[in-house]
């Protein structure tokens, strides 16, 4: 059996930056209200000609440098996103065509915040078994799409953003060590976009109704979110047969500063050990992890052999950890 592990990455952001201060011109908030309660400060809006492929694209050729690879030595492509370019083909098809991919499979993934870490499962999956040897995983959300800058409880927190990273063998002792994914459908209604499926498919009505925006019932989000991602966290070290004193950069979904803090106080780690860019960038739901670890591996942030813990929550609800030494 192989090891998998990351060969490169690489991350596009939007260049427009939303301020705290440009929110207050459009609802009712604060710049002091998003910072006590979020811990953000700014987040990206993708302009008006950019999709969810053309940002993956951008971060898919960096990362393809990074690792050393052409486009045409991938033999599968996962993109994990809730914002894609359309319904149908999938995003993961359009960035084949652009990427010029020709030969591999491509399809997208969707477990919102959690699908990079789901991705990066199934790609490791595929690797360990032999199924492929480079797999092109990217988390990529243009959520601006699907905000409603009427309502301040989602339009504060979420923000544009896109990273992506080529899997591949690796040497051990790096590569991942373990992982644990999870679902609970009960809480569906808890983050979702009502209209636009074919529960409710788009129509004059829904438009007018703001039913093709995210709605969330953020209060009750947050409690499940903290216990889970402790639980998950917990539980991926187990399988390792490490604990949390073996960690040496924990980098959680950016959800909200709190929850972050809250995982990070249960879980017992010092701050220097978490990574954090949520008042930069805000939420960008699936692209949040990874955008963090192309930081991360850019900046120097994380050294070869440092033990990485992943933890994610999101819509569904979904959540999941991923252990990785670098
Ligand atoms: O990405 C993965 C999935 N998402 C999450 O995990 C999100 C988790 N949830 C959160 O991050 C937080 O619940 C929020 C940031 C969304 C909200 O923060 P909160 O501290 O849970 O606020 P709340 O919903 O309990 O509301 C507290 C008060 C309310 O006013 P009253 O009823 O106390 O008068 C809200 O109406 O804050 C008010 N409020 C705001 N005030 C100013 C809610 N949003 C805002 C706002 N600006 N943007």
């Avoid at 008042?279 to 963090?292: E, F, K, L, V």
Wanted: hydrophobic share 40%.
């Amino acid at each position: 059996m192989c090891v998998a592990g990351v060969l490169g990455t690489g991350s596009a952001l939007p260049e427009k930056v939303i301020t705290n201060a440009d929110l207050e011109k459009l609802v009712e908030t604060s710049d002091q209200w998003i910072k006590d309660r979020t811990g953000i400060r700014e987040r990206r809006q993708a302009a008006p000609n950019e999709t969810t492929s053309s940002l993956s694209v951008k971060a898919a050729r960096l990362a393809l440098e990074r690792a050393g690879i052409k486009a045409t030595d991938l033999d599968l492509i996962i993109c994990s996103t809730i914002s894609p370019d359309m319904p149908l083909p999938s995003t993961a098809a359009l960035i084949q065509r652009e990427l010029g991919a020709h030969g591999c499979c491509a399809f997208d993934l969707a477990a919102a915040c959690s699908g990079f870490l789901f991705g990066m499962t199934v790609a490791e999956q595929f690797i360990r078994t032999g199924a492929s040897t480079r797999v092109l995983v990217i988390g990529a959300e243009l959520l601006s799409r699907y905000l409603d800058y009427k309502d301040r409880a989602t339009c504060v927190i979420f923000g544009d953003g896109v990273a992506a990273a080529v899997f591949g063998r690796v040497e051990p002792p790096s590569g991942i060590l373990a992982h644990e994914l999870h679902t609970e459908g009960q809480y569906a209604d808890h983050l979702f976009i009502p209209a636009g499926g074919t529960a409710m498919p788009a129509s004059c009505q829904t438009v007018e109704q703001g039913s093709h925006f995210i709605k969330m019932r953020g209060n009750e989000l947050f409690k499940v979110a903290v216990r889970n991602l402790e639980d998950v966290s917990r539980k991926v070290l187990e399988k390792a047969g490490l604990t949390t004193n073996d960690i040496d950069l924990f980098i959680p979904h950016q959800a909200n500063q709190r929850i972050t803090e809250a995982v990070r106080e249960r879980l017992g780690l010092s701050s220097e050990k978490v990574y954090s860019n949520i008042a930069r960038i805000g939420n960008t739901s699936s692209a949040s992890i990874p955008i963090c670890l192309d930081e991360c591996a850019q900046t120097g942030r994380l050294k070869k052999g440092d033990l990485v813990l992943m933890s994610a929550f999101g819509a569904g609800v979904t959540w999941g950890a991923v252990l990785m030494r670098w």
